[in-house]
């Protein structure tokens, strides 16, 4: 499900999706090439993440699917390096839940869907009211 946010968050969830659209993007005054929505992702309001999974296996998992020719030690230095700058040392091992069933918090399930784009090695991520409901 898409909630309508920003236009320009909307676009960029628009071209990621769909892989086109009409007119032009700019930043900065410069067009986007093609490659930009690849390197950039918009990090939506709703995590999708599995709640029977740890931190670790949710980020591990994200790196092995997205980091393809990349060798382990590679893949287990971004899951460790993204656990720390997104201060979720302390749980880590804890599985992701759902609001239902208990699990990380708000904030912490949100800081793993973050942790999950940010494994795979985003140039550039939009995110939509990152600190709402926290």
């Given amino acids: 499900m898409i909630i309508v946010m920003s236009l320009f968050l909307s676009l960029l ?3 990621r999706l769909h892989g086109r659209v009409r007119g032009k993007i700019k930043l900065n005054g410069d067009q986007l090439d093609s490659y930009f929505p ?3 992702f918009v990090c939506a309001d709703e995590d999708s993440l599995y709640p029977t999974l740890t931190v ?3 980020l591990h998992f994200s790196g092995r699917l997205r980091l393809d020719g ?3 030690e590679y893949i287990h230095s971004r899951v460790k390096e993204s656990i720390v700058d997104l201060d979720l040392v302390k749980v880590a091992h804890d599985r992701i839940g759902d609001v239902g069933s208990g ?3 708000t904030g912490q399930r949100r ?3 973050i942790g999950v784009e940010l494994v795979a090695g985003r140039d550039v991520l939009f995110l939509d009211e990152p600190t709402s409901g926290l």
Avoid: T
Wanted: proline residues 0%; aromatic residues 6%.
């Fill in 38 to 40: 690849h390197s950039a």
């Fill in 56 to 58: 670790i296996e949710s």
């Fill in 13 to 15: 969830l628009i071209i």
């Fill in 111 to 113: 800081r793993v869907a």
């Fill in 70 to 72: 990349f060798d382990e």
């Fill in 103 to 105: 699990g990380l918090s």
